[in-house]
């Protein structure tokens, strides 16, 4: 995958966290979020609690900071998958969220 591809991927990818996130929110997940230039994407919690997620375009990764800790997911066959255990990128996310909001979210 080149820089170009790589970047069309994971812009999709954040606008359809972004919009995934916003269906949470509809549906009563107690979060807020913003999705700043450059694809950042950032989840603060009441508690203070923050998950950041990003691009980093020289691993071709996306990564993810949270409480619990760091991780990254590289695209296989249109899935980003964490590069430790497999876990697809959203369904590592709705974990994380429901760890800091207290309720399960489902992301999709």
Request: charged share 30%; no cysteine; hydrophobic share 50%.
């Amino acid at each position: 995958m080149n820089d170009a591809e790589f970047n069309a991927l994971a812009d999709a990818t954040l606008a359809r966290l972004e919009a995934a996130l916003e269906a949470a929110v509809d549906a009563g997940a107690d979060f807020d979020f913003e999705l700043a230039p450059g694809g950042i994407l950032e989840v603060e919690f009441d508690d203070g609690g923050k998950i950041v997620v990003n691009r980093h375009g020289v691993a071709r990764e996306i990564w993810v900071a949270a409480r619990s800790g760091g991780f990254h997911f590289r695209a296989e066959d249109g899935v980003w998958k964490d590069t430790r255990d497999g876990v697809e990128l959203f369904e590592r996310l709705g974990a994380l969220i429901a760890t800091h909001g207290g309720a399960p979210v489902r992301l999709r």
